[in-house]
């Protein structure tokens, strides 16, 4: 990290000082630049350094301010990049030159594995986010896609369904916090049909339907499911594999260890051979020229007696196989006649056939002749017929078509004056309203005026109170008792005065409160109205919408669930097939092994049964060479007995000549 550290400040003019301590504090296998907000100079010497092996297989950029220029420096230096596994670019902002940046990389880059863009505007044109899909729908190595809020519409799922269904690499994608909809949900669950590498999509937060995302979570079980099969199948498939390499092996060195030991064994035997074949040859020379005429004579005899055996043998088996033959011949010819006479049979009642339903073809044709000419005068007289009602119906549809206006016409002048005597009534309401609010202000008004008046009238009676006060000060002696009597009589009238003010008070407030309390009702029954028949004409089109989506839904439900039952099928009978291959090519290989085990043993009781055959050989020799030694000295004791009785006679015959006299006189 340190070497990129110093080409990092070799080839940045004025390089940045976290980015420099980043890079050459780097961890092992990662480069953290989250939130540096990189500039576009150190994004171009990135870009230079990416190229090619880099120190670490994580490079984080989240955060960092990019822009469409430095995105585009950085992404197309990773584009040749072969050790980094995983890049972050979440929060940058991305647009339709990143978009194009990216669909490069994921095209020409064959080492990325986890591509991270939360937070960011990919989606908002489209013509970028195509590209995008097209790189995504070409790569083969991406696994996990994470496009969290990225402003994504139905059409730009349409674009990654497109490229999920090319893409076979591709285990995770993130789409959640987008604005997918229906059509968007509906395309991504059509692409799962094809696409069987995908195990986990998110959806949450796009206005998905439920039954969408139940679907989506279905087929994302299938293809778990079906990769574990896979996974599973795949594992079993070595284990075998494995299990049989290792038979093999042990068959080849039991094989060869038998191969040693018949090997050595055949040393001995050809040591052993070797040896007694010295002896019979020690042994022939010994023997005498009679004796070897004698052998000679008798294996000629063996000999000629064996092939007489083999060729009588062979004449019996020549003799057995021609009978055979024979046999053979005249059952198949046999056989053949059968097959001829039964095929002329058959050619003959075919041909009886034939001519049998040509009669009653030809019998048939004239009578349909017949009828064809009887059904054509049907067929004009019905012709006039329908002319003459189809010049009725338009006569009957002109009719209907005039009634059909008149009813309109009739409907729209009776809407018009619903409409009309509606706004009358809120017309009459509103003024009724308005007079009544009218007429209780006056009252309020009148109301006031009087209590004003009798506050004036209380105020001047103080006044003059007062001043009978200032009068009766110097009179108070005589007029005390005329005082008091006015003070009782102006106590009293003052009360009932109250009393009575008090009383029509509380009479005009509570006619006030129920006029409005009235007019509230009456407005509250008129927006109640108002609002009840627009919830009305709103409610009958959402349910005639409603209804057209759910039959929509309905069928287009019902068509991918007999699709989806299709596939499943097909998929089961796939499996279930290669499957059933696996199990033939087992239990070929088990046969093979079988057959090899039987080859081995078959092999080792014939080597077995050669080796007992040859010891018994051994055996059979080693006494015929103790016969043979035997009989050699019998006859070397009869030599000696016959050389000794020669040299007795000899020396008899010598000693009894007449030579012997004579040389005796000399």
């Known amino acids: 990290m340190e070497e990129w550290g110093r080409a990092y400040a070799r080839l940045c003019a004025a390089p940045q000082e976290p980015v420099l301590r980043r890079l050459r504090e780097g961890g092992r296998g990662r480069l953290d630049l989250a939130a540096q907000g990189l500039s576009l100079e150190t994004c171009g010497a990135l870009g230079r350094l990416l190229p090619g092996a880099a120190p670490f ?24 990049n072969t050790t980094v596994r995983s890049l972050d670019l979440k929060g940058n902002n991305l647009r339709t030159m990143g978009a194009e940046a990216l669909g ?3 095209r020409q880059n064959k080492s990325i594995r986890s591509l991270i863009l939360e937070w960011n505007s990919l989606g908002l044109w489209e013509e970028g986010f195509s590209f995008f899909c097209q790189g995504l729908g070409a790569n083969n190595s991406l696994q996990r896609l994470d496009l969290r809020n990225n402003q994504i519409n139905h059409q730009g799922a349409g674009e990654l369904a ?5 893409n076979a690499s591709l285990q995770e994608l993130d789409l959640r916090w987008n604005n997918i909809g229906l059509l968007g949900g509906r395309a991504l669950l059509n692409c799962l049909h094809s696409n069987k590498t995908l195990k986990r999509l998110e959806l949450a937060g796009n206005n998905v339907p439920s039954d969408i995302l139940k679907a989506v979570e279905q087929a994302m079980d299938h293809n778990k499911d079906r990769q574990t099969i896979l996974s599973e199948t795949q594992n079993r498939t070595s284990v075998l594999a494995k299990e049989i390499l290792s038979l093999k092996d042990e068959k080849t060195k039991q094989f060869l260890d038998l191969m040693d030991t018949i090997d050595k064994q055949r040393e001995e035997i050809t040591r052993s051979d070797r040896v007694s074949a010295a002896r019979v040859s020690q042994l022939q020379e010994a023997l005498d020229e009679q004796h070897s005429m004698m052998n000679s004579l008798k294996a000629k005899l063996q000999m000629t007696e064996a092939a007489l055996a083999l060729s009588e043998q062979k004449v019996h088996n020549l003799g057995e196989l021609l009978n055979a033959a024979k046999q053979e011949q005249t059952s198949m010819a046999e056989h053949h006649f059968l097959e001829l006479q039964q095929q002329k049979q058959e050619s003959a009642d075919r041909e009886g056939k034939l001519l049998h339903d040509l009669s009653a073809a030809s019998e048939k044709n004239l009578l349909l002749r017949n009828q064809v000419d009887e059904l054509e005068k049907k067929c004009r007289v019905q012709q006039d017929q329908l002319f003459q009602v189809k010049q009725d119906l338009t006569n009957t549809t002109a009719e209907l078509k005039l009634r059909n206006v008149q009813a309109e016409e009739r409907l729209e002048v009776e809407k018009k004056k619903f409409k009309q005597s509606l706004e009358d009534m809120e017309s009459l309401r509103v003024k009724e309203v308005d007079h009544m609010a009218q007429h209780f202000e006056a009252r309020e008004r009148s109301m006031q005026d009087r209590i004003q008046r009798l ?5 001047a009676l103080e006044e003059e109170l007062s001043q009978v006060k200032a009068t009766s000060l110097t009179e108070r002696g005589k007029a005390e008792e005329e005082l008091i009597k006015v003070r009782n009589q102006a106590r009293l009238e003052e009360q009932q005065r109250l009393e009575h003010l008090e009383e029509k008070l509380r009479l005009m407030t509570e006619s006030r409160d129920e006029a409005q309390n009235f007019c509230l009702k009456q407005k509250q029954m008129v927006a109640e109205a108002q609002a009840k028949a627009s919830q009305f004409g709103l409610q009958a089109d959402g349910l005639r919408r409603r209804l057209e989506e759910l039959q929509q839904d309905l069928n287009s439900k019902e068509e991918e669930k007999v699709a989806e039952v299709n596939k499943v099928k097909v998929e089961l009978q796939e499996q279930i097939g290669h499957l059933q291959a696996e199990r033939t090519a087992q239990d070929g290989l088990r046969e093979k092994i079988a057959a090899l085990e039987r080859q081995m043993k078959a092999l080792s009781s014939s080597h077995r049964e050669a080796l007992l055959d040859k010891e018994s050989e051994i055996s059979i020799l080693l006494e015929k060479l103790r016969m043979k030694e035997a009989d050699i000295s019998r006859m070397r004791e009869q030599e000696a007995q016959r050389a000794s009785f020669l040299q007795n006679a000899i020396m008899a015959y010598v000693q009894g000549s007449p030579l012997e006299t004579h040389s005796s006189r000399k």
């Open 104 to 106: 490069k990389l994921l």
């Open 162 to 166: 497109m490229a999920l269904k090319q």
């Open 455 to 459: 506050e004036a009238s209380k105020i």
């Open 57 to 80: 297989a994580e490079l984080a950029l989240a955060d960092c301010g990019l822009s469409e220029e430095g995105v585009k420096l950085l992404l197309h230096g990773l584009c040749s």
